[in-house]
């Protein structure tokens, strides 16, 4: 097991050197600033990072209504990774997070 991990960081340390090295991986907007390449969002029910190969996930955005029902422009975003979408408690954690945010009432 510890030459598989030293293995799997060896091979980790070199993608990464290569990637911060390599002047095709560096994207910079019209200012110069250096923007990234991949934002990760994290779960709102678990706070853990969504991956990119993470298929299962979804983001749920809910939009914000004024007194006559209309919207405002506003939305509440909430994501959810597939972890808890296989356990089936994703159900029970949007409305445990919509009535946190004050949208729901039991």
């Known amino acids: 097991k510890q030459w ?5 960081r060896g091979v980790l340390n070199y993608y990464t050197n290569y990637y911060y090295k390599s002047n095709l991986s560096i994207m910079q907007n019209d200012k110069g600033e ?3 390449l991949y934002i990760p969002r994290k779960c709102s029910i678990t706070n853990r990072i969504i ?3 993470d298929h299962a996930s979804v983001q749920i955005n ?4 004024d007194e006559n029902g209309t919207l405002t422009g506003k ?3 909430f994501a959810s990774c597939g972890f808890v979408r296989e356990m089936g408690e ?3 954690s ?3 997070l919509c009535s946190d945010a004050k949208i729901l009432q039991f």
């Open 4 to 8: 598989y991990q030293r293995r799997v």
């Open 75 to 77: 939305n509440f975003t």
């Open 51 to 53: 991956a990119a190969k």
């Open 34 to 36: 250096i923007v990234d």
């Open 90 to 92: 994703a159900d029970d």
């Open 94 to 96: 949007f409305n445990k």
């Open 62 to 65: 809910i939009g914000e209504l």
